[in-house]
T-cell receptor, first 114, second 113 residues
Framework: AQTVTQSQPEMSVQEAETVTLSCTYD???????LFWYKQPPSRQMILVIR??????QNATENRFSVNFQKAAKSFSLKISDSQLGDAAMYFC???????????FGAGTILRVKS | KAGVTQTPRYLIKTRGQQVTLSCSPI?????VSWYQQTPGQGLQFLFE???????NKGNFPGRFSGRQFSNSRSEMNVSTLELGDSALYLC????????????FGPGTRLTVT
């Protein structure tokens, strides 16, 4: 069974600074997807970024980028120029290539200080 | 496009009762998945429906069931409610094209007293 581990329960960052959230996963599959979701206090889950395991290039979406290390089974999220609106719980999630079951990590609370 | 909608948003039930939650996916999406979110267990996959058929099931007791209608709307039912069923229930829809990204609804907050 696949597992996802987020070892940082909570992180803080100063506004305009950069922060990196860690995620490791365990799987025996070679093809899969990885996602970062954001859940603000409203509880609405918002997709931040996705990575296909067969792509070597790291995904980037505006201020959000990932460092995907397939051999190490590591998938970290970097948030640049942090904004107050980035404050939320961030979940790392794994999904097999075909199928819609997401396996989530425990989440990391990100606090942004002004 | 309208997003995923879930009704009701909040629900209070008593132990032993049953409850039905509803989810309407994004137009054109045929897959609906359900997740339970609790402070203790985090986010856990309940089941997935595609074209009115359960395609995938998580590790939950038989008290948790679901169905999907021909218009892709889905319902989940929990019978004989227990205190531990208090949770945020999230549904997510996806298409079967591309990377199958899942889009989540706002959730239904169920409180069992």
């Amino acid at each position: 069974a696949q597992t996802v581990t987020q070892s940082q329960p909570e992180m803080s960052v100063q506004e305009a600074e950069t922060v990196t959230l860690s995620c490791t996963y365990d799987t025996s599959e070679s093809d899969y997807y990885l996602f970062w979701y954001k859940q603000p206090p409203s509880r609405q889950m918002i997709l931040v970024i996705r990575q296909e395991a067969y792509k070597q290039q790291n995904a980037t979406e505006n201020r959000f980028s990932v460092n995907f290390q397939k051999a190490a089974k590591s998938f970290s999220l970097k948030i640049s120029d942090s904004q107050l609106g980035d404050a939320a719980m961030y979940f790392c999630a794994y999904r097999v290539f075909y199928g819609n079951k997401l396996v989530f990590g425990a989440g990391t609370i990100l606090r942004v200080k002004s | 496009k309208a997003g995923v909608t879930q009704t009701p948003r909040y629900l209070i039930k008593t132990r032993g009762q049953q409850v039905t939650l509803s989810c309407s996916p994004i137009s054109g999406h045929r897959s609906v998945s359900w997740y339970q979110q609790t402070p203790g267990q985090g986010l856990q996959f309940l089941f997935e429906y595609f074209s009115e058929t359960q395609r995938n099931k998580g590790n939950f007791p038989g008290r948790f069931s679901g169905r999907q209608f021909s218009n892709s709307r889905s319902e989940m039912n929990v019978s004989t409610l227990e205190l531990g069923d208090s949770a945020l229930y999230l549904c997510a829809s996806s298409s079967e094209r591309g990377s199958y990204e899942q889009y989540f609804g706002p959730g239904t907050r169920l409180t069992v007293t």
